[in-house]
Each structure stands twice: as structure tokens, then as C-alpha cells.
């Protein structure tokens, strides 16, 4: 004999049917997934109109500045103009792709799309902003420094490391504000 109509989780009159059940159970990581998916089309809606431009240029030209800073207290004796750093041994022009503009979104997409109160989401954002622009910066230096003692290590460094350490950082940042979420105490939640 099956489960009479008044059996837990069945509602009198109605059918349950196998997509719902689906649905309620896998229900939680569609809607992160499928959320995380709608911001990300978002940045890269946004990426390619004229106005990010302009504003991903201050960002290249700061992170070309701030390179240039670190890069002077090494001892290189830099030269910055706009997005160039250079150096009577080496030059790099940092351009769109060498900012962590992307990263940072993924990182900040995930946490917005996963269901917890904003406050956490906040210093979550905030903190692994700072943190991934700031291995941005180490690898700019990080690069130019190769370009000035190791040159054959740069194309690989550039094209193939520090991009995936770069997205490896904000993922494993994301798993950190999880855990750091998890850890937290229930009645912190804002």
C-alpha cells in the first residue's frame, strides 16, 4: 500500500511530481549557479561599452603607478607615464587584462550570489578586493622583474601563470569566505 493522501510532505489534492522534487532538491544551487551566471553576463555586458573603458584606465594607470612605486623602492629606477613603466633594462605597458578587474568580479559575483545577509557579503568584497588587486600589483612587479633578470621566463609568467593564480586566489578566497560565514556566530547575521 502507498502513502495515504495525508502523508508528510504531500499536500491533499495536489500531485508531486518528479521535476518538483527535482527541483526542491537541487532548487539552492541552480538558483546560486544561474544568479552567479546573470552577474557575470552582466560584467561583460558592461566591459564593452565605451565608459568602462575610461574607467578601466584610471584603474591600469593606478596599477601602473603603484607598480612603479614598489618597483622604485627595489631599487629599479622606473619612469611611469599613463601605462607604462620603464626602466633603462626593461619596459611593460600595462594594459586591459593585466588589471584584476575580472578576478575581482568573479570573486565578488560568487559571494553575491550566494544567500547570506549583506554584511558578510561586504567585508567579504572588501577584503578580497584589496587582497586580489594586491597580487595584481605583486605580479606586475613580479613581472617586470623577470623581463629585467630572467626575459625568457616572462611570456609564460604573463600569459600562463599569473593569470591562473590570479583566479585561483579569488576561488580560494571565495572558499575562505565561506568557511569564515559558516564559522561566524548565528546571531552576528545582519
Known amino acids: 500500500m502507498g502513502p495515504g493522501p495525508y502523508s508528510p510532505g504531500i499536500i491533499p489534492g495536489a500531485k508531486s511530481s518528479a521535476p518538483l522534487r527535482w527541483w526542491r532538491s537541487k532548487g539552492p544551487v541552480l538558483r546560486f549557479g544561474l544568479s552567479f551566471a546573470l552577474l557575470m553576463a552582466l560584467y561583460y ?66 559571494i553575491l550570489a550566494f544567500p547570506s545577509p549583506w554584511l558578510p557579503k561586504a567585508l567579504g568584497i572588501t577584503v578580497g578586493a584589496v587582497l586580489i588587486a594586491a597580487a595584481n600589483i605583486l605580479r606586475i612587479v613580479s613581472l617586470f622583474l623577470l623581463g629585467v633578470y630572467f626575459p625568457r621566463s616572462f611570456a609564460v609568467a604573463h600569459l600562463e ?26 546571531h552576528a547575521a545582519s
Do not use: H, K, M
Open 45 to 110: 555586458g558592461v566591459a564593452v561599452t565605451p565608459w568602462f573603458d575610461q574607467v578601466l584606465y584610471q584603474i591600469l594607470r593606478w596599477n601602473a603607478q603603484l607598480s612603479g612605486a614598489v618597483l622604485d623602492a627595489l631599487g629599479q629606477d622606473t619612469r611611469t607615464q599613463d601605462t607604462l613603466i620603464r626602466s633603462a633594462r626593461f619596459a611593460v605597458n600595462i594594459r586591459r587584462g593585466c588589471d584584476a578587474v575580472e578576478p575581482i568580479w568573479y570573486f565578488s559575483a560568487a
Open 161 to 186: 601563470i599569473w593569470p591562473a593564480l590570479l583566479i585561483l586566489l579569488a576561488c580560494a578566497l571565495w572558499v575562505g569566505w565561506l568557511v569564515w560565514l559558516r564559522r561566524r556566530p548565528r
